[in-house]
């Protein structure tokens, strides 16, 4: 009875935000695509009269000289830039301070995300530090950007958070080491570049987990209470897309065409979730991460066979409408939704993603559903609740 009246309150709360997300508007960022287009991005940062630019990425990145072409691309254009590289996976409110304190010394007018959804999410929340008096730790929650950040673009470096397109920027508390949220329009780049070009470079295991990051994003977009016929096209979209590409980007790095593609999948499936957001695959992966330092795409790669098969008795018919989609074969609704979540397996299998988290715990289960449960509750319009037993014994399975 307690549960059931939970379930309503939950309920009543993601009614709520779905009106929001019908009213609120939500910009798309100007879109540059194939080979090049992040040198086209520079050339149209500089028209929009940028002159000193904040370059913000990660070591690991400074380290493979991926910022080079692009500071060199503003040089020609006669814009100064300063590199900042402090942000590490996972960001702290710290790292963002320091990047903030970098663009406030050199007198930056404009901020450039150069990375995976770590650096364009701590870029994001730069940007909006720059312009508006307050701290990150106050702006954590719904629509707290008071005012517009400064001009904002990105170069995503992998295909799987969609961060170029989404409101929101994921940041950790460095005291509890919990990620927190901030979501807000404000947050959405003004433009961004899918260059395949810089993508080819990426590890096996970084495409792999990335990847699987924009499938998860995909199909808890259109099982999501709040999906509507345009998220439907674009989750749809992006899993179809990850299905027919990702396997051959994990094993032919070099291939632009399936590089590109995964590009695209990860901007459809950030169309789609930015509007009806995640559900407990999310949730669960960021208990994970938070705990053990699971890369974000591998946690939600490893939950989310278990999280369909929780979600199948309330999902069934989408699930099936997925399983139609990628051609899966034909059957019942109950039965397409098995042969979507064995498919899903075989993928995983197929990209060396284990079925198992290894670092998982029996001890830490009751605090790893508390907050995955705390996460969703308040967060996200999942197809099926369930209670701390159910996502306990859950987790209990994942156990190595």
Known sequence: ???????????????????????????????FTTAGSSQRLCAAIAQMGARHVLVVTDRGLIGLGMHEPIVAEFARLGVDTTVFDGVEPDP???????????????????VLALGGGSPI????????LATNKTTVRKMIGFLKVRKPGLPFYAIPTTAGTGSEVTVAAVVSDPETHLKTP?????????MAALDPALMVGMPPSVTADTGLDALTHGVEAYL???ATVETDRFALA?????FDHLPEAYAEGNNLAAREAMAMASFYAGLAFTKTSVGYIHAIAHSFGAHYQVPHGRANAIAMPYVLEFSQPKAASRMATIARTLGLGEGTDSELATQLVEAIRRLLVDLDIPSHLEPLRRDDLPTIAGEALKEAHYNYPVPRYMNRQQCEGMLAAMLA
């Open 1 to 31: 009875m307690f549960f059931a009246l939970k379930r309503l309150v939950h309920r009543t709360l993601m009614t709520v935000l779905r009106l929001l997300a019908k009213v609120l508007s939500i910009p798309r960022p100007i879109l």
């Open 224 to 226: 999501s209470r709040n």
């Open 92 to 110: 702290s409110y710290t790292q963002v301070e320091d990047g903030l304190a970098l663009l406030k010394k050199n007198a930056c007018d404009a």
């Open 121 to 128: 999410d701590a870029a994001k929340v730069i940007s909006v």
């Open 182 to 190: 901030v979501i807000d329009p404000k947050l959405v780049p003004q």
């Open 238 to 242: 992006a899993i179809q897309l990850v």
